[in-house]
């Protein structure tokens, strides 16, 4: 099936790499207009000429998503190009490992800055825009399977993920309650081949990290035995994001390959 999302407007932040890459060229493939926002200039400039040379329609902008101005002024900036918002993916995120006494408040609060006030924030100016088109919308945080369950070292990064499961859910039903037609759901991925994992500490080098062997973890934690890929959780966004999900809002789609209920 093509055009799944077919002239719909999306908006992806963190796009320039990882998951928001993989979403972000899979939603254009469907016939979305994608706006591709990150910190990563060069990246989100090479993933939107990717994109349209495949034929498919997307621009970047450089964007801090834990700025409240910077979201003013990328919702602004969508409007006046295209009138509308339809699909708010909001993906951007960093892992800071570490045990919970050892970690900075500085660290604290950057990852929070990023994980959660940054999906508070494109909630927040999002809605509006897409309200006003009178057809609805998706909205899809990106959690992970540490937003359902806690993991030693990463305390601060499995807090950040369960306020976005559960604000998730909160936002669902007050979007229910307006009537608004937009429905909020989040996508819990589990071992995804992603550069998010060069923030885990190296057991052979203390005080440093390193790329994990994401294959030998995968076989060892994951029941299918095999990681995930960005497109594996693109796959499920899209479906998300498009009209077949239309009864579906304020639930938690886990993409993991089993390791939940291992």
């Not at 998951?19 to 254009?28: D, K």
């Not at 589990?190 to 076989?219: H, S, Y």
Request: hydrophobic share 45%.
């Amino acid at each position: 099936m093509a055009g799944r999302v077919s002239g719909k407007v999306a908006l992806v932040t963190g796009g320039a790499s990882g998951i928001g890459r993989g979403v972000a060229e899979r939603l254009a493939s469907e016939g979305a207009h994608v706006v591709v926002t990150d910190l990563q200039d060069p990246l989100g400039a090479e993933v939107v000429t990717g994109i349209r040379k495949a034929g498919g329609k997307a621009e970047y902008m450089s964007h801090d998503v834990a700025d409240e101005a910077a979201w003013a002024g990328v919702i602004a900036q969508v409007k006046a190009s295209h009138g509308r918002l339809d699909i708010l993916v909001n993906n951007a995120g960093i892992a800071i490992a570490g045990s919970a006494l050892d970690m900075t408040l500085a660290d604290w609060r950057r990852q929070t800055a990023v994980n959660l006030d940054g999906v508070f924030l494109g909630v927040k100016h999002a809605i509006p825009l897409m309200r006003a088109s009178g057809e609805g919308g998706s909205i899809i945080n990106m959690s992970s399977v540490g937003g359902l369950k806690g993991s030693a070292g990463l305390a601060g990064y499995c807090a950040t993920k369960g306020g976005v499961a559960l604000f998730t859910q909160s936002v669902a039903l007050e979007c229910a309650q307006a009537k608004d037609g937009i429905r909020v759901n989040a996508v819990h991925p589990g071992l995804v081949e992603t550069a998010i994992w060069r923030a885990l500490p190296d057991p052979a080098n203390p005080g440093a990290n390193a790329m994990p062997d994401l294959d030998a973890m995968a076989a060892r934690t994951v029941p299918l035995g095999v990681k995930g890929l960005p497109s594996d959780i693109a796959s499920g966004v899209l479906w998300l994001a498009s009209d077949e999900a239309r009864f579906v809002t304020g639930s938690s789609l886990v993409i993991d390959g089993g390791h939940m209920v291992r």
